[in-house]
């Protein structure tokens, strides 16, 4: 018996002394006591053992731990407790208290495991950037992309507890839109009017934020008449925020002039527009008996100036002592009408009557351009002449034979300034007839405006005229 005990004692004192200990002093007890206990296969309990359990160890933690027999200091005694925490930034998992049994184990097991908050959300239109990740006491910070400004906190923290500090931030555009309105410009009303139709490039905006802006347009549009004067272009853009930009430009529209005109002496002028503006054109007119010299019209030019010289009205010079009809004719062309009397002599009754209603109507036939022509008589007592002014035989044979003017009875025959027979009558006829029928035929509005403003320079004819 005695050598089996050591062999249990040299197998003892292999895995430890104090275990060796522990049977030296049981087997100092009674051998009678231990022969009857031989069957018992419980341990023996020995609260002196300072490693009855296996040492403790907590990566990343602390282990405080309170002996049965006293003291606060580490041990591994049977019965001892111990409480379990973890460093800042690892969470236990298992029991936070364990106790040395008599199984030489520990009640339970625990570790520490490092903490993590959950993985932050993309923010729209930004970014953010972590310290140490999603670690515990790791801190990310948010920035916003170029114009957008962040709206709450700027950052978040990672807390303790696994969750993050505050809430989170949003990326909001607070910059407004650029705009670039076209430049301002200078127009010249086109010739002959008082507009001058404008175009331009659309105005270029851009954002920061947004690639769809609404540009609106304050003003007249593109590509219409513009007056003279100054107009004031607007535009205004906004992003889908609602911010806003706005830009201006100026349209100048100037309606260059040429100096008054000064109507010719014995004449008047009849200009295209009322204010001698760039590209409008005046004529020169001449009032009855006067023919024009010089230029017909002249046109206002971009310098301001008129082009060519001024003309002039002169006394209307006829040559009587022409050889054709066509010769005399050709001088009133374009200048005046023509009224052709012819009578069988100078005492032909209905001669005498018109003779007399001619000579009251003399200045409305001039205010008319109206030169009168007699052809009196037959054979070689026959005469013709203009006023005091006798024409050839020749010419007057000339006009016969044209306008097929009998000798035998009174006539009288109406030409227009181009040598048009316009009207033959072969009775006598009264002024207000006549000028009726030359002012309805044979003058345009602006003479006929002309002849209304000059009417009372002539005394009212007779009654019975």
Known sequence: ??????????????????????FFITGAASTSDYADNTEDSSPQLDYNDPQWCHSLGLTNGEVTCRSPRGGGVYSSHLGTRCEMSCDRGYRLIGRSSIQCLSTRRWS??????????????????????????????????????SGYRIESEHSRTCQRGGSWSGVQPECVDTEPPKIKCPPSRLKVAEPGKLT???SWDPPVATDTADKFLQVILVGQE??????EGVTVIRYKVYDQARNRAACKFLIRVEVRTCPPLAPPLHGYLTCSSDRNIYGSSCDYKCDGGYELMGVSSRVCQFSRNWEGDPAQCVSMKIKYDVKTASALLDQFYGKRNLLILSAPNITDADYQLQNIMIQKADCGLDL????????LGSGEQEIGRIKESHLSSEVIEGLRQVFRISRTY???????NRGVDRERFITPLASDQLFSYIDSFLLDEEERER????????DEPDEYL
Do not use: Q
Request: hydrophobic residues 45%.
């Open 222 to 227: 593109p590509d219409t008449e513009f007056s």
């Open 451 to 458: 002849l209304e403003l000059h009417k009372d320079f002539c």
């Open 1 to 22: 018996m005695i050598t089996v005990i050591i062999m249990k004692k040299k197998k003892i004192l292999s895995f430890s002394v104090s275990v060796f200990f522990v």
């Open 196 to 198: 001058v139709r404008v």
């Open 108 to 145: 339970a097991t625990a570790f520490c495991r490092k903490m993590r908050c959950r993985v932050l959300p993309l923010i729209h239109h930004g970014r953010y950037a972590c310290t140490h990740g999603f670690e515990v006491d790791s801190r990310c910070d948010f920035t916003c992309n």
């Open 410 to 416: 009174f006539s009288m025959l109406l030409l227009d």
């Open 368 to 375: 008319r351009h109206v030169t009168l022509i007699e052809l």
